[in-house]
């Protein structure tokens, strides 16, 4: 504690604040490491100082800089095209900038539901102008910005267009009472009601959900392993079971395996969440590269590598997030210099097949806020996938992890996938709906006492593999 004190005010003199995280990385280094940190923390153009603010500084003390061209993220790689990957990713962190994506998002949102609608959406500040309309039976849309359950057990919605605000009523017992009840709050509804003395008593509700029949079928040669959260650096990542996994990829009983996806949380990180540090095997993050790409050498060479991501990796928090940082990244290319790298969320497509890559951290919120996921497991981590896909976004419900206000938002599901895969939860789940198959593909890493904490059953070492040419996913077991 007096270390930490001692660390804080020598920052608060050179004008630095610190987060608990960075704090904890800086009070376990020694004198001689710490000095130097000190030396070069100047270089930090930031406020508050963050783990991945530190990571720079450490490495220059214990490796040279090696001078490299910059890695870029791919538009094709052989039969592989790069659909979609946020670039040029940079904000200031303006109010307008957030009033700007949220603006695109309904925008988007909106435009779905009103395809789908037989009659024209009011705008509310035109509804809530005119008392005459009381009684008359109308359609709005809006974003869910509050929701609330009565003592009657009715739920009373906020619902904001771009022009105002108004209370939308669920009756309990009504027909769309148990649909209205899982609605999280941002999502976009389009509802029928009765407008009665400024509220709306709703009849019915859509969400703006997929058609159906808009996911053509895909195929393409061979089949891919999809597969996250190997957590290498860990104490708990299970390097037998992960070993076993490299063996199956080597014999003869995987020589149809094309690709490799790797959707994030590779490595274990460092400062991740307070005390991580126990957890940890590998403290640094560079050694724990330098571990993932003694593994992903001995991946047989005609199989191709992709790779997202996640929260564990060192680079910005917010979604979307950009590639690993080159510093990083070659630790990998090295070893695989095929190696293809991309941003979280990306789409690709192989063949006609489209997937899409997201690494999951938004499930946590999903699982949260809405009723009836609980407890974790394979059935609700798909019905927690099956939320995004029905409302149309990667993150639907904002505050509970950064989101970061780019130009357009990249986490709109506007393109819609063959197969959407993510991680992050360590409880794998495979289903299918409206034709898009789903895919979250557990974990390499034991249960942790974090993860035990959460309550989660993780499901170690089990990997969904794809069949490209029809789309059937196979379990293979290597716990
Ligand atoms: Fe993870
Ligand atoms: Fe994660």
Redesign the pocket.
Known sequence: MAQQVKILKKLLVKGFNVSPEALEILSSLDEGRLDHVFELISKVDKAVIEPQDLLPLLKKETRPQIERKPYEIPTRVDDIVVLKAPRELGVKGTVDEFINIIRDRFEFLKSILIRKSSVDPIPIADLKASTRRNGDNILIIGMVMEKRVFRDFSIRMSLDDETGSIPVIFKKGSRYWDRADKVPIDSVLAVKGTFINGRIYAESFRVPDLDGNLVKPGSAEGKAVLIS?THMGSRYFNEKSFNMFIKWLNSDLASDVSYLIIC??LVDGVGVYPNQEDELRIADVYKQFNLAASFLERIPKDIKILYIP???EPVRQAEPQPVIPSEYLDELLEVRPDLVSLPNPSMIGIGDVKILLY???SLNAIFKHIPGLQPIRPETVVEAMIWMLRLRHLAPIYGEHPLSPEEKDWLLIDDIPHILHT??IHVYGVGKYKGVNLVNSGTFENETPYIKSLGIEVTVGKVPVVNLKNLEIEIKNFA
């Open positions: 959260d994030g949380d996640g929260n564990h690494h999951g951290r991680g992050h």
